[in-house]
């Protein structure tokens, strides 16, 4: 079982839509797939087509009301699981009072709970914050996928990023590694992203991944629907290239 966490402490660079369409690609693949979303706004559980009431979330696990298992749904998606978010999981962060201590939350509940289940992927998507919810997220994680958008100051938020885990790998004796960057919503008809790929690519050659995720009307509409883009629309551009972008993750995981 590999724990996988979708962060970046800025919102609106493809994270849900990334950790919506990697699980549901890894899912259509034959791996067991469970999505989390640690989200409190709930993005990737609406995105896979549960609305806010589905009545489970991690924050009941988070206080000890619930078991972690009895908070996952199956999706009508084969292989594709769900923990859901609600709005109550922002109270969490403010809840905590012994910072450090409370960084390690999510990894212990995980690793405890997931024993005995038959998950190969569980994937995290995380909220866009810099608290206790992306930190928790980032530490229950082996590894991270950092997606980053292709405009200007990409890779000032990405610095952030760095620093963060480097902190964190400080405080913590089980840090992430970055397994890579992704880059999102790229348009090849500006120069603008040209110019940002060919800077992240000479800035951090080794950590970039070589698929680059297209800025597609149909990515965009899918979350509408409920839908990954797999059955959304199987055929289309941005569908593969998130199957792409599944193939080089699997390699470099394995
Ligand atoms: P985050 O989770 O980092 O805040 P999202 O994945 O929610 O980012 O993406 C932000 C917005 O951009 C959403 O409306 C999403 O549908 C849209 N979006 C994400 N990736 C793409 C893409 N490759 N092409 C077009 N729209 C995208
Ligand atoms: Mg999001």
């Known amino acids: 079982?590999?724990?996988?966490?979708?962060?970046?402490?800025?919102?609106?660079?493809?994270?849900?839509?990334?950790a919506i369409n990697l699980s549901a690609c890894l899912a259509e693949k034959g791996y067991s797939t469970l999505l989390v979303d640690v989200d409190p706004q709930s993005?990737?559980?609406?995105?896979?087509?549960?609305?806010?009431?589905?009545?489970?979330s991690l924050f009941p696990v988070l206080i000890g009301e619930q078991l972690l298992k009895d908070q996952i749904i199956s999706t009508p998606y084969m292989n594709l699981d769900l923990i859901p978010a609600n709005l109550e999981l922002a109270n969490w962060e403010n809840q905590q009072h012994d910072p450090i201590e409370s960084f390690s939350v999510f990894r212990k509940i995980f690793?405890?709970?997931l024993i005995g289940t038959t998950y190969q992927y569980v994937i995290l998507d995380c909220p866009p914050a810099l608290g206790l919810?992306?930190?928790?997220?980032?530490?229950?994680?082996?590894?991270l996928i950092i997606p980053i958008q292709c405009e200007y100051y990409a890779l000032e938020g990405l610095a952030k990023m760095f620093q963060?885990?480097?902190?964190?790998?400080k405080l913590v004796s089980a840090?992430?590694?970055?397994?890579?960057?992704?880059?999102t919503m790229y348009d090849s008809r500006t120069n603008l992203s040209q110019q940002v790929v060919e800077d992240v690519r000479k800035h951090i050659p080794k950590l970039v991944f070589d698929t680059i995720i297209p800025r597609t009307v149909r990515l965009a509409e899918a979350p509408s629907y409920g839908k990954p883009i797999t059955l959304y629309d199987p055929n289309s551009i941005g569908c593969?290239?998130?199957r792409k972008f599944t193939e080089e993750f699997l390699k470099k995981i394995n």
């Open 1 to 18: 079982m590999k724990f996988i966490s979708i962060a970046n402490q800025k919102g609106g660079v493809g994270k849900t839509t990334t």
């Open 43 to 56: 993005n990737a559980t609406s995105g896979v087509g549960f609305s806010l009431d589905s009545g489970k």
């Open 111 to 113: 690793r405890e709970s």
């Open 133 to 143: 919810l992306m930190v928790n997220s980032m530490v229950a994680a082996d590894w």
């Open 164 to 169: 963060l885990l480097d902190n964190l790998k």
């Open 175 to 183: 840090a992430p590694n970055i397994l890579g960057i992704l880059m």
């Open 240 to 242: 593969i290239s998130y």
